[in-house]
């Protein structure tokens, strides 16, 4: 009997120190969870990327609309709508060279947390087309409203039709038809797409991209940077990206998603930039554009961490948060223009 009761004994106190174990794994995996939490709680926000040195006054605006506890969608919008008006920037919106008919086509889109988006594409005659963008996600079932069916959707929803060919853009478009050769340089002197992602105060992320797309292209050519998975692509459990350079390229390789896709598989930022880059550059070494070919990421996953990576020389991003403020970084790239490799 007495052997009896001491096994009873010793199974109960096996039964509680297991019991005992199982519930430091649980208090463990609690504080593994908390910290974790903590963590991502403690992350930087909010914090705006977007490429080029005119992301710096897109930044501030958007930066200043967050401040302000608006929501990440409207700030991203009066952020980017600061280059649309500049006719300075000849590669976005009022003031961006022509296709080479003299028109003056625009591409946008929006995205936010949720994976909601809208975009526009071959859109002529409206200043603002990534604010028409947000209207198609908003006010409509659509992703995608191109041509003259945007145009006529812009103007339902009260959009004013202007001219957007600025006098410099009509003399420089009148200097090119002199020799009429296309080439698709984009370089620090040719930028191309405004793209923006950010990370509000409660940690989800949103993007845009607007663009005048490549200067004398066919008229009816469109970019990457109005199609979701090509120039902007984000999950908001992972991380968010966005593309500049040569669309046709983006376009190939769904560049944007594929960053994202890298990053969920565990990737740095800057690792899934680079991979993809380098991805493009293996698919079009012997393709007849490579010898302009220009092609840059920004990527920033749900922790804050942000990185940019571009095949050549010359791309740079700007980056606004509350510890440094508004600043530009030069990215890593591949090779220079005369095809040097790092």
């Not at 006719?87 to 003299?102: A, L, W």
Request: negative net charge; hydrophobic residues 35%; contains cysteine.
């Amino acid at each position: 009997m007495s052997d009896r009761r001491d096994f009873i004994k010793k199974a109960a106190l096996g039964t509680i120190g297991i019991s005992a174990l199982m519930g430091c794994g649980e208090i463990s995996r609690k504080i593994e969870d908390e910290s974790m939490t903590a963590n991502v709680n403690n992350q930087k926000k909010p914090l705006i990327i977007s490429t080029w040195n005119h992301g710096i006054p897109a930044n501030e605006e958007t930066w200043k609309q967050l401040k302000n506890r608006k929501p990440a969608l409207d700030a991203i919008e009066a952020g980017l709508k600061i280059p649309e008006a500049d006719p300075s920037i000849r590669s976005v919106g009022y003031g961006g060279f022509p296709d080479r008919e003299g028109k003056v086509t625009l591409d946008a889109c929006i995205m936010d947390h949720n994976s909601n988006c809208g975009s526009v594409s071959f859109l002529e005659g409206i200043m603002h087309p990534i604010s028409v963008a947000k209207k198609v996600l908003l006010n409509t079932p659509h992703v995608m409203l191109s041509g003259q069916g945007a145009l006529q959707f812009a103007l339902s929803e009260g959009f004013v039709e202007e001219n957007l060919l600025t006098e410099a853009s009509k003399k420089d478009w009148e200097k090119w038809l002199e020799e009429s050769k296309y080439k698709p340089v984009i370089n620090i002197e040719n930028h191309d797409t405004i793209s923006m992602l950010v990370i509000d105060e409660d940690g989800n992320l949103s993007g845009g991209c607007t663009t005048s797309g490549a200067a004398w292209k066919m008229h009816g050519r469109v970019g990457d940077s109005p199609i979701i998975g090509a120039g902007l692509f984000l999950d908001n459990e992972v991380g968010a990206a966005a593309a500049t350079g040569l669309g046709e390229a983006v376009i190939r390789t769904a560049g944007s998603a594929m960053v994202v896709e890298l990053m969920r598989q565990g990737k740095t930022p800057f690792e899934a930039c680079k991979e993809i880059v380098e991805r493009i550059y293996n698919k079009h070494k012997y393709h007849k554009d490579m010898e302009y070919l220009q092609v840059g990421f920004i990527a920033l996953n749900k922790n804050g961490e942000h990185a940019g990576y571009s095949l050549r020389s010359g791309f740079n991003y700007a980056i606004c948060d509350e510890e440094k403020g508004n600043r530009m970084e030069d990215t890593q790239f591949k090779m220079s223009w005369d095809n040097k490799e790092k």
